[in-house]
């Protein structure tokens, strides 16, 4: 797939401080990017670096095969963005602010589209100043894909949102990556995150210390099964005889997968030993895990 | 650049402060018209007229509050990020923002002229724009004087602006502009004292603020300034240039 976003070799340096060390990576047309790492670790200077809003010193930036810097933002005309939080101008309603930035290109369907799908019909025709955390910060995300851009960066999106709104956000971001559009997406609630995107970027101290698939990243950790029976201590010792690789942790059987047949040889192991399986849960590797895994490795 | 355009316009023009701001100062010259009306002895009407029934003095405060809040709100209120990711540049939204002051120095002119126009109709129907008082007809000497103030009024908000673009919010900004604008005036005063002493002094900005008085009153203010009237006139217009040229400077260094 085309690469859309292409960030190669960017360094940033505040002060005497060195924030983005050659950071390497790409985010191909209509996937969802999930940038995640620990606070000051460089994802909102790498997100104002995209967006040409802080000089770099290094590296070179480019979006449809167009550079970008704090001096070339041509191709930054099909990109939309909430960087940190929503900027909201308190003598406006909140259609107004989208009215405000919208093109004038099927400027009131592509303004009630977005309030429809984000669920904003009920206030946005009121003074945005006396909005929620909320709703400033669905108007924000609704600013950054009114226009529909090809390219949408998205800085901690699931602040302040209700359970409905965090489900309302990934639909429209699955449906307009399946129509082609491309998203960068930091956040902190890792859970969501995974839900959403089909490749991860992790970042520390200012490098990129893995990107992946969210597929090969869960698989990476491993996949562990639990077992229930009505006899665990008989079923550990046939599948110990069976050869399945196995261990009783916290009183449950726990199977780690070694290849495709590894489930199926422990159920056949049980069948033969006459022991009944009451339930199989599959435990894999979450992106949290993983992410808790790669910084502690970096730290020793 | 159309577009940054428009959309500066949507905001000022979605602002109740820009027609309150255009109502306050159409009930303020109503007020002074009425004054002039029912003691036409103490309020002559040509004075009046030369100052728009206080409407000039007005637009100034109007156009400082304008200048000011229209960098540091975007500060304020975090939009300064929406306005600069897009296609485009710092000096694309700067300057989109210096025309529609502009344009709002101009709409506010317009209608402190217009409503002094109909106020002297309303108060004073025989009132004689062409009569000839110190060698020049009124009508002339309104002209004059209402550009030589917009003149200089240019420079100030140039400098309002340079000072707004230090700040990060509205109120510190605006509080800035009114004072530096009453400093400024005083300032004024002294400095064109010293300017008899030394005469290279005379090419201070400060001499500049005499530049409206100048092109209405030649002859008395050469005598203050030692500058020819062409001469201020093109050093206010380059001193506004240099204010603008560090204002952008500053804007575009500033950090998001």
């Known amino acids: 797939m085309e690469a859309l976003l292409k960030v190669s070799g960017l360094n940033k340096t505040f002060g005497k401080k060195k924030v983005l060390h050659g950071v390497d990576f790409t985010v191909a047309s209509g996937r969802v990017v999930g940038l995640v790492g620990p606070n000051g670790a460089g994802k909102s200077t790498i997100m104002k670096a995209i967006l040409g809003l802080i000089p770099t010193d290094g590296g070179q930036i480019q979006i449809a095969d167009q550079a970008v810097s704090i001096t070339k933002h041509q191709a930054l005309r099909q990109v939309g963005a909430l960087i940190e939080y929503p900027g909201i101008y308190p003598f406006l309603t909140g259609r107004q602010h989208l009215e405000l930035f919208a093109a004038k290109k099927q400027r009131q369907q592509h303004v009630d589209a977005i309030v429809q799908a984000l669920g904003m019909a009920g206030y946005i025709n009121k003074p945005a100043k006396s909005y929620s955390l909320g709703m400033k910060q669905k108007l924000g995300i609704a600013q950054a894909l009114v226009d529909r851009p090809q390219l949408v960066i998205l800085d901690e999106p699931m602040n302040g949102l209700d359970p409905q709104a965090v489900k309302d956000l990934r639909d429209i971001i699955r449906a307009q990556a399946k129509a082609g559009t491309s998203f960068l997406i930091s956040s902190h609630i890792l859970s969501e995150l995974e839900k959403v995107a089909d490749d991860v970027l992790i970042l520390n101290h200012g490098h990129i210390i893995q990107q992946s698939t969210m597929q090969d990243l869960a698989e990476a950790g491993g996949t562990i099964y639990e077992l229930q029976t009505v006899n665990d201590r008989d079923a550990l010792a046939a599948l110990q005889a069976a050869h399945v690789p196995v261990n009783l942790v916290d009183r449950k059987l726990q199977i780690t997968q070694t290849d495709r047949t590894t489930l199926n040889a422990a159920l056949i192991a049980l069948v033969h030993a006459g022991i009944a399986v009451q339930d199989v849960t599959k435990a894999q590797h979450d992106l949290e895990q993983s992410f808790l895994d790669l910084v502690e490795q970096e730290v020793h | ?256």
């Open chain 2, 1 to 256: 650049m159309g577009t940054l355009i428009k959309q500066e316009l949507f905001k000022l023009t979605h602002k109740k402060g820009t027609w309150l701001a255009v109502l306050f100062m159409v009930v303020v010259q109503i007020g002074f018209a009425v004054l002039s009306w029912r003691y036409p002895k103490f309020f002559g009407t040509s004075m009046f007229v030369m100052n728009n029934y206080i409407g000039g003095a007005l637009v100034d405060f109007i156009m400082i509050a304008s200048a000011a809040s229209m960098i540091a709100m975007e500060f304020q209120y975090g939009t300064i990020k929406q306005l600069l990711y897009r296609k485009y540049y710092r000096s694309q939204v700067f300057v989109s923002k210096l025309l529609v002051l502009l344009l709002q120095m101009i709409g506010l002119q317009v209608v402190a002229s217009a409503m002094t126009g109909i106020l002297t109709f309303i108060i004073k129907p025989k009132f004689d724009w062409t009569q000839v008082v110190d060698h020049m007809p009124i009508w002339r000497d309104y002209l004059l004087t209402t550009g030589g103030s917009l003149l200089v009024m240019l420079m100030l908000l140039s400098l309002v602006i340079l000072m707004a673009t230090w700040f990060k919010t509205n109120a510190a900004a605006i509080a800035c502009g009114f004072i530096g604008y009453f400093v400024t005036a005083v300032a004024a005063q002294i400095i064109i004292m010293f300017v008899q002493r030394w005469h290279w002094l005379k090419w201070n900005p400060f001499t500049m603020l005499l530049t409206g008085n100048q092109i209405a009153d030649p002859k008395t203010y050469h005598a203050l300034t030692l500058l020819d009237t062409p001469v201020m006139i093109a050093c206010t217009l380059g001193y506004t240039a240099l204010f603008t040229l560090i204002a952008y400077l500053s804007f575009r260094r500033r950090a998001v």
